[in-house]
């Protein structure tokens, strides 16, 4: 079955960085658009970032351009989120997504805490 498995979370300080990764396994890694989502506390989850099939083309959140990279890596079936210049607005659930024929697939998320 589909899998996706976060990991990378943490606690950091502003001005710091992590970066996520999103291992995937059960489907078609190198067909599925991929993407980070986020959820902070009683606020509704948001597009963080996506990456085409390809990698060639990618979508970012207005609040993380210029500070967030996502990447994906066909081989080793895995999608990245490098997170710079954190901010403690950044701090929420952040969930990896694939759209795969249609569907979407969701893992079970990393908690990013960004305070002092």
């Known amino acids: 079955q589909v899998q996706l498995v976060e990991s990378g979370g943490g606690l950091v300080q502003p001005g710091g960085s992590l970066r996520l990764s999103c291992a995937a396994s059960?489907?078609?890694?190198?067909?599925?658009?991929m993407s980070w989502y986020r959820q902070a506390p009683g606020k509704e989850r948001e597009l963080v970032a996506s990456i085409t099939s390809a990698g060639d083309m990618k979508n970012y959140a207005d609040s993380v351009k210029g500070r967030f990279t996502i990447s994906r890596d066909i081989a080793k079936k895995t999608v990245y989120l490098q997170m710079d210049s954190l901010k403690p607005e950044d701090t929420a659930v952040y969930y990896c997504?694939?759209?795969?024929?249609?569907?979407?697939?969701w893992g079970q998320g990393t908690q990013v805490t960004v305070s002092s």
């Open positions: 059960g489907f078609t890694f190198s067909t599925a658009v």
């Open positions: 997504n694939a759209l795969w024929v249609r569907l979407d697939y």
